[in-house]
Every structure is written in C-alpha cells, then in structure tokens.
C-alpha cells in the first residue's frame, strides 16, 4: 500500500506521455492531409494544362502540315486525326 502513490504518479506520467504523444501525431496527421489536399489541386492544374498543350501541339502540327508543299504527309495527318477522332468516339459511346 506504501507503493500505491508512486505506482498512480507512475501511470498519470505514462498517461501524460501518451495525451502529449498524441497530440503530436495529430498536428502531424493535419499537416499532411494539408499538404496532400494541396498537391491533389496542383496535379489537377498541371494535367489541365498538359491537356492544353496537347491540344495546342496538334493544332500546330496540322497547320504545319496544311501549310507545307507534301499532300500526301497532309493526308496521312489528317486520317490520323480521323482516327483518334472514331476513338474518342468509340469511348464516349461505351
């Protein structure tokens, strides 16, 4: 029974550990889900914009070819747009 005082004082350090512990790792957890939050829309705008270039790359790579002297290398481009044109549209209708 002599021991009872030291054996509580021992537990409440133990539990205070724990509480303070605790509370750290939930800091850490917010900042995280913070961060992560922050790189999701930052990875949605940089695949927007890859799309745009994309889209900016092809359109100049058809002008490019419309505007040269080889007919030939302007059809080949232009049923390869035909193609992944019935793709998309093959997607779209799934």
């Given at each position: 029974m002599e021991y009872l005082p030291l054996v509580?004082?021992?537990?409440?350090h133990k539990v205070k550990k724990v509480i303070f512990?605790?509370?750290?790792?939930e800091s850490l957890n917010k900042k995280i889900t913070d961060k992560l939050k922050n790189l999701e829309s930052e990875i949605?705008?940089?695949q927007a914009k890859i799309s745009e270039?994309?889209?900016t790359i092809i359109k100049l790579k058809v002008s490019k070819v419309l505007?040269?002297?080889?007919?030939?290398q302007?059809?080949?481009?232009?049923?390869?747009?035909l193609r992944e044109i019935d793709k998309c549209y093959s997607l779209?209708?799934?």
């Open positions: 509580l004082e021992g537990i409440e512990k605790n509370q750290e790792l949605l705008a940089q270039l994309e889209e505007t040269g002297q080889d007919t030939m302007a059809r080949q481009q232009v049923n390869e747009l779209l209708n799934r």
